[in-house]
Protein backbone atom coordinates (compact mmCIF):
# COMPACT_ATOMS: atom_id res chain seq x y z
CA UNK A 1 0.00 0.00 0.00
CA UNK A 2 1.41 3.44 -0.86
CA UNK A 3 1.43 4.98 2.65
CA UNK A 4 2.00 8.66 1.41
CA UNK A 5 -1.13 8.80 -0.21
CA UNK A 6 -3.69 6.50 1.11
CA UNK A 7 -6.91 7.15 -0.86
CA UNK A 8 -8.61 6.86 2.18
CA UNK A 9 -7.82 10.31 3.99
CA UNK A 10 -7.36 9.80 7.82
CA UNK A 11 -9.79 10.75 10.72
CA UNK A 12 -8.41 14.10 12.20
CA UNK A 13 -7.98 12.96 16.12
CA UNK A 14 -6.38 15.58 18.61
CA UNK A 15 -2.76 14.43 19.48
CA UNK A 16 -4.22 14.46 22.87
CA UNK A 17 -6.32 11.85 22.51
CA UNK A 18 -3.66 9.41 21.07
CA UNK A 19 -1.56 10.24 23.60
CA UNK A 20 -3.93 9.82 26.27
CA UNK A 21 -4.98 6.21 24.89
CA UNK A 22 -1.04 5.41 24.17
CA UNK A 23 -0.98 6.40 28.31
CA UNK A 24 -3.24 3.80 29.07
CA UNK A 25 -2.13 1.31 27.29
CA UNK A 26 0.81 1.63 29.18
CA UNK A 27 -1.19 1.50 31.98
CA UNK A 28 -2.26 -1.93 31.20
CA UNK A 29 -5.45 -0.11 31.04
CA UNK A 30 -6.17 0.74 34.13
CA UNK A 31 -9.77 1.71 35.27
CA UNK A 32 -8.58 3.02 38.31
CA UNK A 33 -9.50 6.82 37.26
CA UNK A 34 -13.22 6.23 36.86
CA UNK A 35 -13.65 7.98 33.84
CA UNK A 36 -13.04 11.10 35.24
CA UNK A 37 -11.72 13.57 32.45
CA UNK A 38 -8.02 15.23 33.32
CA UNK A 39 -7.97 18.24 33.89
CA UNK A 40 -6.94 21.19 31.12
CA UNK A 41 -7.41 18.69 28.36
CA UNK A 42 -4.42 16.28 29.44
CA UNK A 43 -6.26 12.97 28.60
CA UNK A 44 -9.50 13.35 26.12
CA UNK A 45 -10.78 9.93 27.04
CA UNK A 46 -12.93 8.11 29.78
CA UNK A 47 -13.25 5.06 31.16
CA UNK A 48 -10.03 3.41 29.86
CA UNK A 49 -12.00 4.11 26.15
CA UNK A 50 -10.10 6.17 23.45
CA UNK A 51 -12.21 9.24 22.28
CA UNK A 52 -11.59 8.75 19.04
CA UNK A 53 -14.40 8.51 15.99
CA UNK A 54 -15.55 5.11 15.96
CA UNK A 55 -13.80 2.07 13.88
CA UNK A 56 -14.68 -0.79 12.98
CA UNK A 57 -11.89 -3.59 12.08
CA UNK A 58 -12.02 -7.07 10.47
CA UNK A 59 -10.83 -9.83 11.75
CA UNK A 60 -10.11 -12.69 9.88
CA UNK A 61 -8.27 -15.75 10.23
CA UNK A 62 -7.73 -19.28 9.12
CA UNK A 63 -9.67 -20.98 12.34
CA UNK A 64 -10.25 -24.69 12.50
CA UNK A 65 -13.30 -25.49 14.21
CA UNK A 66 -12.90 -26.13 17.65
CA UNK A 67 -9.17 -24.79 17.73
CA UNK A 68 -8.89 -22.91 21.34
CA UNK A 69 -6.36 -21.09 20.24
CA UNK A 70 -8.21 -18.63 18.61
CA UNK A 71 -10.07 -18.05 21.35
CA UNK A 72 -6.62 -16.20 23.18
CA UNK A 73 -6.23 -14.34 19.73
CA UNK A 74 -9.86 -13.01 19.61
CA UNK A 75 -9.38 -11.98 23.50
CA UNK A 76 -6.36 -9.77 22.63
CA UNK A 77 -8.20 -8.67 20.19
CA UNK A 78 -11.46 -7.58 21.62
CA UNK A 79 -9.55 -6.15 24.94
CA UNK A 80 -7.59 -4.02 22.17
CA UNK A 81 -11.28 -3.16 20.47
CA UNK A 82 -12.41 -1.90 23.77
CA UNK A 83 -9.54 0.51 24.68
CA UNK A 84 -9.73 1.87 21.18
CA UNK A 85 -13.42 2.81 20.65
CA UNK A 86 -13.54 -0.67 18.18
CA UNK A 87 -16.24 -2.15 16.29
CA UNK A 88 -14.55 -5.78 15.96
CA UNK A 89 -15.85 -8.12 13.81
CA UNK A 90 -14.74 -11.63 13.41
CA UNK A 91 -15.15 -14.22 11.31
CA UNK A 92 -12.87 -17.31 10.30
CA UNK A 93 -12.55 -20.21 7.92
CA UNK A 94 -9.86 -22.99 7.58
CA UNK A 95 -10.02 -23.05 4.03
CA UNK A 96 -8.09 -20.29 2.09
CA UNK A 97 -10.96 -19.67 -0.83
CA UNK A 98 -13.18 -19.28 2.04
CA UNK A 99 -11.30 -16.95 4.14
CA UNK A 100 -10.51 -15.09 1.05
CA UNK A 101 -14.44 -14.84 0.36
CA UNK A 102 -14.81 -13.04 4.28
CA UNK A 103 -11.63 -10.73 3.42
CA UNK A 104 -13.80 -9.98 0.35
CA UNK A 105 -17.16 -9.11 2.89
CA UNK A 106 -14.66 -6.91 4.40
CA UNK A 107 -13.43 -4.71 1.65
CA UNK A 108 -17.19 -4.59 0.26
CA UNK A 109 -18.31 -3.11 4.22
CA UNK A 110 -15.86 -0.65 3.68
CA UNK A 111 -14.69 -1.23 6.75
CA UNK A 112 -11.68 1.30 8.43
CA UNK A 113 -9.18 -1.86 8.63
CA UNK A 114 -8.78 -5.79 8.05
CA UNK A 115 -6.45 -7.75 10.08
CA UNK A 116 -5.77 -11.20 8.53
CA UNK A 117 -3.93 -14.14 8.74
CA UNK A 118 -1.52 -15.70 6.05
CA UNK A 119 -1.63 -19.69 6.12
CA UNK A 120 -2.16 -19.80 2.36
CA UNK A 121 -0.41 -16.82 1.12
CA UNK A 122 -1.35 -17.47 -2.26
CA UNK A 123 -5.35 -17.75 -1.98
CA UNK A 124 -5.68 -14.06 -0.60
CA UNK A 125 -3.16 -12.43 -3.19
CA UNK A 126 -6.16 -11.10 -5.11
CA UNK A 127 -8.64 -10.21 -2.41
CA UNK A 128 -5.72 -8.25 -0.42
CA UNK A 129 -4.98 -5.97 -3.65
CA UNK A 130 -8.89 -5.53 -3.83
CA UNK A 131 -8.28 -3.88 0.16
CA UNK A 132 -5.72 -2.20 -1.48
CA UNK A 133 -7.63 -0.40 -4.32
CA UNK A 134 -9.99 0.49 -1.79
CA UNK A 135 -7.77 2.01 0.45
CA UNK A 136 -8.27 -0.19 3.34
CA UNK A 137 -5.19 -0.65 6.05
CA UNK A 138 -4.07 -4.36 6.37
CA UNK A 139 -2.03 -6.09 9.11
CA UNK A 140 -1.33 -9.24 9.43
CA UNK A 141 -1.20 -11.78 12.22
CA UNK A 142 -0.13 -15.45 13.17
CA UNK A 143 1.30 -16.96 10.53
CA UNK A 144 2.34 -15.15 7.01
CA UNK A 145 5.88 -13.59 8.21
CA UNK A 146 7.64 -14.33 4.61
CA UNK A 147 5.06 -12.85 2.61
CA UNK A 148 3.47 -10.37 4.40
CA UNK A 149 5.30 -7.04 3.02
CA UNK A 150 5.28 -8.08 -0.84
CA UNK A 151 1.28 -8.56 0.07
CA UNK A 152 1.09 -4.87 0.84
CA UNK A 153 0.28 -4.99 3.99
CA UNK A 154 1.34 -2.13 6.65
CA UNK A 155 2.56 -4.66 9.48
CA UNK A 156 2.85 -7.92 11.22
CA UNK A 157 2.93 -9.61 14.42
CA UNK A 158 3.74 -13.25 14.85
CA UNK A 159 6.60 -15.19 15.61
CA UNK A 160 8.98 -16.65 13.16
CA UNK A 161 7.79 -20.04 12.73
CA UNK A 162 11.41 -21.50 10.75
CA UNK A 163 13.32 -19.47 14.37
CA UNK A 164 10.70 -21.17 16.53
CA UNK A 165 11.16 -24.58 15.17
CA UNK A 166 14.87 -24.64 15.22
CA UNK A 167 14.67 -23.21 19.04
CA UNK A 168 12.83 -26.29 19.57
CA UNK A 169 15.08 -28.79 18.05
CA UNK A 170 17.98 -27.10 19.95
CA UNK A 171 15.89 -27.91 23.07
CA UNK A 172 14.82 -31.51 22.47
CA UNK A 173 18.57 -31.47 22.09
CA UNK A 174 19.21 -31.40 25.48
CA UNK A 175 17.29 -34.24 26.05
CA UNK A 176 17.46 -37.82 25.39
CA UNK A 177 15.36 -37.64 21.80
CA UNK A 178 16.33 -39.99 19.56
CA UNK A 179 13.82 -40.31 16.85
CA UNK A 180 10.62 -37.78 16.65
CA UNK A 181 7.15 -37.43 14.71
CA UNK A 182 6.17 -34.22 13.64
CA UNK A 183 2.33 -34.08 13.58
CA UNK A 184 1.08 -31.47 10.80
CA UNK A 185 -2.73 -31.44 11.29
CA UNK A 186 -3.45 -28.82 7.85
CA UNK A 187 -1.81 -29.64 4.69
CA UNK A 188 -0.41 -26.60 2.71
CA UNK A 189 -0.45 -24.46 5.97
CA UNK A 190 2.97 -23.15 5.50
CA UNK A 191 3.76 -21.77 9.38
CA UNK A 192 3.07 -25.34 10.24
CA UNK A 193 5.31 -26.61 7.87
CA UNK A 194 7.84 -24.34 8.84
CA UNK A 195 7.97 -25.89 12.38
CA UNK A 196 8.57 -29.06 11.04
CA UNK A 197 11.43 -27.68 8.99
CA UNK A 198 12.91 -25.85 11.88
CA UNK A 199 12.68 -28.59 14.29
CA UNK A 200 14.09 -30.84 11.41
CA UNK A 201 17.14 -28.34 10.83
CA UNK A 202 18.57 -28.60 14.44
CA UNK A 203 17.32 -31.64 16.18
CA UNK A 204 20.29 -34.50 16.22
CA UNK A 205 18.15 -37.29 15.78
CA UNK A 206 15.89 -38.41 13.27
CA UNK A 207 12.98 -36.70 12.14
CA UNK A 208 9.66 -38.36 10.55
CA UNK A 209 6.90 -36.15 9.43
CA UNK A 210 2.79 -37.52 9.64
CA UNK A 211 -0.12 -35.68 8.72
CA UNK A 212 -3.15 -35.67 10.20
CA UNK A 213 -7.23 -34.37 9.48
CA UNK A 214 -6.51 -31.51 12.53
CA UNK A 215 -10.47 -31.16 12.24
CA UNK A 216 -11.75 -34.29 13.41
CA UNK A 217 -10.13 -35.35 16.73
CA UNK A 218 -10.78 -39.39 16.41
CA UNK A 219 -8.99 -39.61 13.74
CA UNK A 220 -6.04 -37.39 14.85
CA UNK A 221 -5.82 -39.99 17.66
CA UNK A 222 -6.26 -43.10 15.68
CA UNK A 223 -3.28 -42.11 13.29
CA UNK A 224 -0.75 -41.17 15.63
CA UNK A 225 -1.72 -44.57 17.48
CA UNK A 226 -1.11 -46.62 14.27
CA UNK A 227 2.17 -44.76 14.02
CA UNK A 228 3.21 -45.66 17.70
CA UNK A 229 2.32 -48.84 17.28
CA UNK A 230 4.10 -49.63 13.60
CA UNK A 231 7.11 -47.64 15.49
CA UNK A 232 8.30 -48.42 18.89
CA UNK A 233 11.45 -46.22 17.85
CA UNK A 234 9.87 -42.86 18.21
CA UNK A 235 10.97 -41.69 21.61
CA UNK A 236 8.57 -37.78 21.18
CA UNK A 237 6.16 -36.55 19.48
CA UNK A 238 6.05 -33.33 18.28
CA UNK A 239 2.91 -31.83 17.88
CA UNK A 240 1.88 -27.74 16.48
CA UNK A 241 -1.09 -27.53 18.38
CA UNK A 242 -2.16 -27.58 22.01
CA UNK A 243 -5.02 -30.04 21.01
CA UNK A 244 -3.40 -31.90 18.89
CA UNK A 245 -0.61 -32.73 21.60
CA UNK A 246 -3.37 -33.53 24.18
CA UNK A 247 -5.04 -35.60 21.91
CA UNK A 248 -1.48 -37.72 21.31
CA UNK A 249 -0.96 -37.90 24.98
CA UNK A 250 -3.76 -40.09 24.59
CA UNK A 251 -2.73 -41.17 21.31
CA UNK A 252 0.69 -42.30 23.78
CA UNK A 253 -1.39 -44.76 26.15
CA UNK A 254 -3.13 -46.37 23.82
CA UNK A 255 -0.81 -47.28 21.76
CA UNK A 256 1.57 -48.52 25.10
CA UNK A 257 3.99 -46.11 23.86
CA UNK A 258 6.94 -44.98 25.91
CA UNK A 259 7.09 -41.77 23.69
CA UNK A 260 7.02 -38.16 25.22
CA UNK A 261 5.16 -35.37 23.69
CA UNK A 262 6.25 -31.63 23.42
CA UNK A 263 4.49 -28.94 21.46
CA UNK A 264 4.15 -25.56 19.82
CA UNK A 265 1.05 -23.39 21.61
CA UNK A 266 -0.93 -23.18 24.56
CA UNK A 267 -4.59 -22.86 26.33
CA UNK A 268 -5.32 -23.78 29.87
CA UNK A 269 -5.81 -27.21 29.50
CA UNK A 270 -2.26 -27.51 27.97
CA UNK A 271 -0.61 -25.66 30.93
CA UNK A 272 -1.76 -27.67 33.00
CA UNK A 273 -0.70 -31.00 30.97
CA UNK A 274 2.94 -29.44 31.96
CA UNK A 275 2.39 -29.04 35.26
CA UNK A 276 1.24 -32.59 35.69
CA UNK A 277 4.11 -34.05 33.18
CA UNK A 278 2.44 -35.37 30.77
CA UNK A 279 3.47 -32.57 28.26
CA UNK A 280 7.26 -31.92 28.19
CA UNK A 281 7.02 -28.41 27.31
CA UNK A 282 5.57 -26.24 25.01
CA UNK A 283 6.54 -23.02 22.70
CA UNK A 284 4.42 -19.99 23.25
CA UNK A 285 3.61 -17.18 20.60
CA UNK A 286 1.22 -15.65 22.74
CA UNK A 287 -1.56 -15.57 20.31
CA UNK A 288 -3.43 -13.00 23.09
CA UNK A 289 -0.48 -10.40 21.99
CA UNK A 290 -1.15 -11.01 18.39
CA UNK A 291 -4.98 -10.40 18.60
CA UNK A 292 -3.96 -7.18 20.89
CA UNK A 293 -1.39 -5.30 18.76
CA UNK A 294 -3.08 -6.03 15.50
CA UNK A 295 -6.23 -4.31 16.32
CA UNK A 296 -4.40 -1.74 18.10
CA UNK A 297 -1.94 -0.72 15.32
CA UNK A 298 -4.64 0.23 12.94
CA UNK A 299 -6.14 2.69 15.70
CA UNK A 300 -2.79 4.13 15.57
CA UNK A 301 -2.48 3.72 12.23
CA UNK A 302 -5.33 5.11 11.32
CA UNK A 303 -5.32 8.10 14.17
CA UNK A 304 -1.61 8.80 14.48
CA UNK A 305 -0.12 7.61 11.56
CA UNK A 306 2.31 5.13 13.15
CA UNK A 307 4.15 2.11 12.22
CA UNK A 308 5.19 -1.14 14.61
CA UNK A 309 8.30 -2.12 13.28
CA UNK A 310 8.48 1.17 11.15
CA UNK A 311 6.22 -1.00 8.29
CA UNK A 312 9.20 -2.77 7.53
CA UNK A 313 10.20 -5.20 10.18
CA UNK A 314 7.85 -8.02 11.92
CA UNK A 315 6.73 -7.51 15.48
CA UNK A 316 8.18 -10.82 16.66
CA UNK A 317 5.40 -12.22 19.97
CA UNK A 318 7.77 -15.67 20.27
CA UNK A 319 8.95 -17.92 20.83
CA UNK A 320 9.24 -18.70 24.28
CA UNK A 321 9.34 -21.77 25.86
CA UNK A 322 7.17 -23.25 28.54
CA UNK A 323 8.17 -25.86 30.77
CA UNK A 324 8.32 -27.15 34.11
CA UNK A 325 10.62 -24.71 35.80
CA UNK A 326 8.24 -21.69 34.50
CA UNK A 327 4.85 -23.24 34.01
CA UNK A 328 3.14 -22.09 37.44
CA UNK A 329 3.28 -18.39 36.97
CA UNK A 330 2.10 -18.76 33.09
CA UNK A 331 -0.98 -20.62 34.50
CA UNK A 332 -1.86 -17.65 36.45
CA UNK A 333 -2.71 -16.43 33.31
CA UNK A 334 -4.00 -19.54 30.90
CA UNK A 335 -6.47 -19.92 33.93
CA UNK A 336 -7.76 -16.13 32.95
CA UNK A 337 -7.95 -17.49 29.31
CA UNK A 338 -5.41 -15.10 27.98
CA UNK A 339 -2.31 -17.07 27.52
Not at 3 to 22: E, G, K, N
Not at 141 to 159: A, H, I, P, T
Not at 240 to 246: E, K
Request: charge should be positive; proline fraction near 4%.
Amino acid sequence: MDRSSRSRSRRAAPLVAVAAAAALTLAACSSGSGGKKAQEGAANASAGRADTPRMTVALVTHQAPGDTFWDTVRKGAQAAAAKDNVKLVYSADPNAGNQAGLVQNAVDQKVDGIAVTLAKPDAMKGVLGKAEQAGIPVVGLNSGLSDWKKLGLVEFFGQDEGVAGEAFGDKLDTTPAKKIVCVIQEQGNVGLTQRCDGVRKTFKGTTETLYVNGTDMPSVKSTITAKLKQDNSIDTVVTLGAPIALTATQSVGDAGSKAKVATFDLNNRLVKAVQNGSIEFAVDQQPYLQGYLAVDSLWLYENNGNYSGGGVQPVLTGPAFVDRSNVDKIAEFAAKGTR
